[in-house]
């Protein structure tokens, strides 16, 4: 069963920067398609980024494109989302998704079968 957590999020003022990171474990050893989601209180989840298995294709919403970036280590089983520049409107938990299946980065989140607990990120102005 192939396992997810989340860390890195905390408080950080607007314009501040922060970096969340997910490690990868258990399940086989096969490279997944990934990606980050976001939830704040009342709303629903809703696509960050996603990246493909080589990590040489990656997308982004368009409300975070420009400051965050994508990017993972394939050898250490993690996934990372340097956040910059970051907005009020970023404060949510933050919920790393992993699929097997998928063979492009995908901005729907019914395609991803593997879900981590999420972390929290706070933005204060």
């Known amino acids: 069963q192939v396992q997810l957590a989340e860390s890195g999020g905390g408080s950080v003022q607007a314009g501040g920067s922060l970096r969340l990171s997910c490690g990868v474990s258990?399940?086989?050893?096969?490279?997944?398609?990934m990606g980050w989601f976001r939830q704040a209180p009342g709303k629903e989840r809703e696509f960050v980024a996603a990246i493909s298995g080589s990590g040489d294709s990656i997308v982004y919403a368009d409300s975070v494109k420009g400051r965050f970036t994508l990017s993972r280590d394939n050898v250490k089983k993690e996934l990372y989302l340097q956040m910059n520049s970051a907005k009020p409107e970023d404060t949510a938990g933050y919920y790393c998704?992993?699929?097997?299946?998928?063979?492009?980065?995908?901005?729907?989140?019914?395609?991803?079968?593997?879900w981590g607990r999420g972390t929290k990120v706070i933005v204060s102005s």
């Open positions: 998704a992993a699929d097997q299946s998928l063979v492009q980065a995908s901005r729907n989140r019914r395609e991803y079968k593997y």
């Open positions: 258990g399940g086989r050893s096969r490279i997944y398609v």
